[in-house]
């Protein structure tokens, strides 16, 4: 009698090698989400399913941006699974985090569009977050101080500004999602910009940036561009 041997087992080790050798710049999306999904379904090929979650979500990121409940809708997907994706997003973000705490400055939107793009670009409800800066723009805190509905976040200057007193901030970032997908800031994004900015020179804090701020795009209010 005739053994056929399973080749998953090669396959998933010279694709753990080529990673240490090449890094992910030899790697296809599909590859790499075939090779993380081989450390949580030892038993199945990974790579359809992994075809399966980028046709379905549309990118790499997407991907990542996804509940449990709707990474579970693919075929081959379990509550592992799930799990398992939602915590690499979760040390992404972490990732991110540690990069702007320790940075000596932050000095230009860029610095940050990552940061706040990881952390609310695929919420699905408009949220507002509060970004807080010593006199030295270095970051001290941070803070989603409201979540709302698909198009509108409640607006509350006078908790912003108290939290703002409390950590003896200098300065202060907006940021704000648009779950449609556009980056572009409405008339009433400006214009709470402009009451903000006016409200927090009583105090003698700066407005410093508000961004807007989807999955894959950010917009800066003060520089005018895209990030």
């Given at each position: ?26 790697f296809?999306?599909y ?63 972490r ?45 001290m ?5 409201s ?41 009433n ?10 409200l ?8 410093l ?11 800066s ?7």
């Amino acid at each position: 009698m005739t053994i056929k041997k399973d080749h998953r087992h090669g396959h998933r080790g010279r694709l753990r090698e080529r990673l240490l050798k090449t890094g992910r710049q030899a790697f296809a999306d599909y590859e790499l989400l075939e090779l993380l999904l081989t450390y949580t379904i030892p038993r199945k090929d990974t790579k359809p399913i992994a075809k399966r979650l980028l046709k379905r979500f549309g990118s790499f990121a997407a991907v990542f941006d996804q509940t449990g409940e709707q990474l579970q809708e693919v075929e081959g997907v379990g509550p592992q699974t799930a799990v398992f994706l939602f915590a690499i997003r979760e040390v992404m973000v972490r990732y991110l985090e540690q990069e702007v705490e320790y940075a000596e400055t932050i000095s230009s939107p860029e610095d940050i569009a990552g940061f706040v793009r990881t952390h609310l670009g695929a919420t699905s409800r408009e949220c507002l977050m509060i970004l807080y800066l010593n006199d030295a723009n270095r970051l001290m805190y941070h803070v989603i101080v409201s979540e709302g509905t698909v198009d509108r976040a409640p607006f509350y200057p006078r908790e912003i500004l108290k939290t703002a007193l409390l950590r003896d901030a200098t300065g202060l970032i907006m940021a704000h999602n648009h779950p449609s997908g556009d980056p572009i800031p409405s008339e009433n994004d400006h214009i709470i910009t402009s009451r903000m900015e006016k409200l927090a020179a009583e105090f003698e804090i700066k407005v410093l940036d508000h961004l807007i701020v989807t999955p894959h795009r950010v917009f800066s209010l003060k520089t005018g561009r895209l990030l």
